[in-house]
């Protein structure tokens, strides 16, 4: 663990998938020296994950741990071949990754706002108090509601909806300005059903925060591990780019656009942080000073996602990573290209984004074979 740590700098969630695939391994082979194993008990072990239910894809990660790991006994001279060299992967289903329209990218990026004014509100429904997001957004308890009560939160949701998209500034003193509008609309229309209204102000901050987060994503294309290690320092915002240190402790530059950049003027302006901090001063902040957690933004992506999304998804903030490449191949982008931004060291892991659309493919045939039109 030190040496992919340390030497191959792996991230902490690849060594902890490592460390918990051969302790299974290991665990299994209870009997006799784990350096004098041979290929069939290896089989035998895959074999055993698969009646536990794994599925190829789990088993073949195993297999590939494996691997690596008598890769590195060799290396280190423990042992004098590799046993898990000839056996075979696994076989797996390749899916297609989930990607968002362009309009539901539109829709997730002002989803914080929706959520954070919807969180600021409690009424009483039924004897029961909660917010409007626990009211309304949450489809769970949606059905409690009188259709007189639900038409009017949605009408409310549907004006608040139209004004975040109908404005770029969504900045602090915006924010502030729209809040005052939305409460106003709230004791006028919801008073009659709920007198019993209460409110707190929202996390101004941290909703621009989340904006910020969703826009770099997107615009990037970066893994989660990657976005959590920026710095502020890590941004060239004249020539809109980022250095980003990926796997491997590999460096590339990302680019994004305007609309990237205006979000995180706009979160580090109403943070109060300068783009000229000093070292080890995180761009994306949590509690303090402290740098937002891995989990605290994989969660509140999956919640965002929620909102736009109402499908069976797997939802998280790799569907922003596999949007941005969609998109730019369903562009005609050279797919070369998006390997490099991506920060792919094969190819074959991009071209998984090359699920164009039966319209861009026709759009293609007919532009380029001579007997298309």
């Known amino acids: 663990m030190q040496y992919i740590s340390s030497e191959r700098g792996y991230s902490k969630n690849t060594i902890t998938s490592y460390e918990h695939d051969l302790k299974r391994f290991t665990e299994y082979c209870t009997k006799g020296d784990i350096t004098t194993l041979d290929r069939r008990t290896i089989r035998h072990f895959l074999g055993h994950e698969f009646e536990k239910g794994y599925s190829s894809r789990t088993v073949a990660r195993r297999l590939a741990t494996i691997k690596s790991f008598f890769k590195y006994l060799v290396k280190i001279e423990e042992i004098k071949d590799n046993p898990a060299l000839q056996v075979k992967t696994p076989k797996t289903d390749k899916t297609l990754p989930n990607f968002l329209s362009n309009q539901l990218i539109d829709d997730l990026v002002i989803s914080p706002i929706i959520k954070s004014f919807f969180d600021?509100?409690?009424?009483m429904v039924n004897g029961n108090k909660g917010t409007l997001t626990y009211h309304f957004l949450d489809e769970k308890n949606r059905k409690i509601l009188s259709p007189d009560l639900e038409a009017i939160i949605k009408q409310l949701h549907g004006g608040l909806l139209m004004?975040?998209?109908?404005?770029?500034?969504?900045?602090?003193?915006?924010?502030k300005y729209e809040w005052i509008k939305f409460y106003g609309n709230v004791e006028k229309h919801l008073n009659r059903f709920s007198p019993q209204i209460t409110y707190v102000d929202p996390n101004y901050i941290k909703c621009l925060r989340d904006i910020s987060i969703i826009e770099l994503f997107y615009a990037t294309g970066m893994r989660l591990s990657e976005l959590t290690k920026l710095e502020i320092r890590n941004i060239d915002r004249?020539?809109?780019?980022?250095?980003?240190?990926?796997?491997?402790?590999?460096?590339?530059?990302?680019?994004?656009?305007d609309k990237s950049f205006f979000a995180m003027n706009n979160y580090l302006k109403a943070n109060k942080k300068s783009w000229n901090s000093k070292s080890g001063v995180p761009l994306f902040m949590g509690s303090g000073i402290k740098p937002i957690a891995y989990r605290t933004i994989q969660r509140k992506i999956?919640?965002?996602?929620?909102?736009?999304?109402?499908e069976g998804k797997r939802l998280g903030p790799h569907m922003l990573r596999h949007s941005f490449a969609t998109h730019l191949i369903d562009r005609g982008a050279d797919i070369r290209a998006v390997q490099e931004l991506?920060?792919?060291?094969?190819?074959?892991?991009?071209?998984?984004?090359?699920?164009?659309?039966?319209?861009?493919?026709?759009?293609?045939?007919?532009?380029?074979?001579p007997h298309g039109s």
């Open 120 to 123: 600021s509100v409690k009424i």
């Open 163 to 175: 004004r975040c998209k109908n404005s770029s500034a969504r900045t602090i003193d915006w924010l």
């Open 238 to 257: 004249k020539n809109r780019l980022v250095r980003v240190r990926g796997k491997g402790n590999k460096e590339r530059l990302a680019i994004f656009g």
């Open 302 to 310: 999956e919640q965002y996602l929620n909102m736009v999304i109402k």
């Open 342 to 369: 991506l920060g792919h060291s094969s190819i074959s892991s991009t071209q998984v984004y090359t699920h164009i659309k039966p319209e861009k493919m026709k759009e293609v045939y007919k532009g380029a074979h």
